[in-house]
C-alpha cells in the first residue's frame, strides 16, 4: 500500500530533551516536507527536501533540523525542544513538489513539550 | 502577503443536502489548489487538485471550481452523507515550494 508513515504517532516529553520524529515514503517521492498545525494558525512548513541531500526551510524552521540521507526517509530532529514546539506534526510527499503534485501527508505526530 | 481564508470555521448540514464550502486567496498569481480532508487521528487525505490553467475538477460527489481572477475557489459536496463529516481544508501554491493552508470548515453532517 502507497502510503507515508510517521513515528510515533504520540510524544509526551520535557524541555530540552532531544528527540527525532521519522517519517517514510514508499512511493519513490523525491519531494518531501514537514508542517505543523496549531489552532488558529492552520499548517504552516517547516523544512521541505527536492530531493537527497537538498532540503531548504520553509516558514518556520527555527528550532528543527532535517535530513535526507536516503530518498524514502526524512527525519525531523528537535535538538532542544520547547513548549513552543508543542504541536501536531505532519510530514508530506510527492514526486516533484507541490507546483504540480498532489500531495500525500502522513498520519501526523502530536506532540507534547512539558 | 499571501494568504488562504476559509469562512465559515463550521458548518452543519441535514444529510441529503447539497452544499458549498468556500476558500479565498490573496494572489491571482498561483499554480495549483488543492482540497484535502482530514479526521481526526487519520492525518489529511487529497481530494482534487486544480492546476491554474484549469477551471474545474470532478470526482464522485464532490466538485471543484477555480476563479483566479476573483481569488476563489468553491468545494460543492452533493447528497452530503454522515460520512462526509470531516474538516475540509483548501491549500494553495504561490509558486514556491510549499502549500500555503487555510484554517478550514469544520463540516458535520447531521443524519
Known amino acids: 500500500e502507497a502510503q507515508v508513515t510517521q513515528n510515533p504517532r504520540y510524544l509526551i516529553t520535557v524541555t530540552g530533551k532531544k528527540l527525532t520524529v521519522t517519517c517514510s515514503q514508499n512511493?519513490?517521492?523525491?519531494?518531501m516536507s514537514w508542517y505543523r498545525q496549531d489552532p488558529g494558525l492552520g499548517l504552516r512548513q517547516i523544512y521541505y527536501?527536492?530531493?537527497?541531500?537538498?532540503?531548504d526551510k520553509g516558514d518556520v524552521p527555527e528550532g528543527y533540523k532535517v535530513s535526507r540521507k536516503e530518498k524514502r526517509n526524512f527525519p525531523l530532529i528537535l535538538e532542544s525542544p520547547s513548549p513552543n514546539q508543542t504541536s501536531l506534526y505532519f510530514c508530506?510527499?510527492?514526486?516533484?513538489?507541490?507546483?504540480?503534485?498532489?500531495?500525500?501527508f502522513g498520519p501526523g505526530t502530536r506532540l507534547t513539550v512539558l | 502577503k499571501q494568504e488562504v481564508t476559509q469562512i465559515p470555521a463550521a458548518l452543519s448540514v441535514p444529510e441529503g443536502e447539497n452544499l458549498v464550502l468556500n476558500c479565498s486567496f490573496t494572489?491571482?498569481?498561483?499554480?495549483?489548489l488543492q482540497w484535502f480532508r482530514q479526521d481526526p487521528g487519520k492525518g489529511l487525505t487529497s481530494l482534487l487538485l486544480?492546476?491554474?490553467?484549469?477551471r474545474e475538477q470532478t470526482s464522485g460527489r464532490l466538485n471543484a471550481s477555480l476563479d483566479k481572477s476573483s481569488g476563489r475557489s468553491t468545494l460543492y459536496i452533493a447528497a452530503s452523507q454522515p460520512g462526509d463529516s470531516a474538516t475540509y481544508l483548501c491549500?494553495?501554491?504561490?509558486?514556491?515550494?510549499?502549500?500555503?493552508f487555510g484554517t478550514g470548515t469544520r463540516l458535520t453532517i447531521i443524519p
Open positions: 491549500a494553495v501554491n504561490f509558486g514556491n515550494e510549499k502549500l500555503t
Open positions: 494572489d491571482s498569481a498561483i499554480y495549483n
Open positions: 527536501s527536492m530531493n537527497v541531500e537538498v532540503t
Open positions: 508530506a510527499s510527492s514526486f516533484l513538489g507541490t507546483r504540480t503534485d498532489t500531495q500525500y
Open positions: 486544480i492546476q491554474s490553467s484549469q
Open positions: 512511493m519513490n517521492h523525491e519531494y
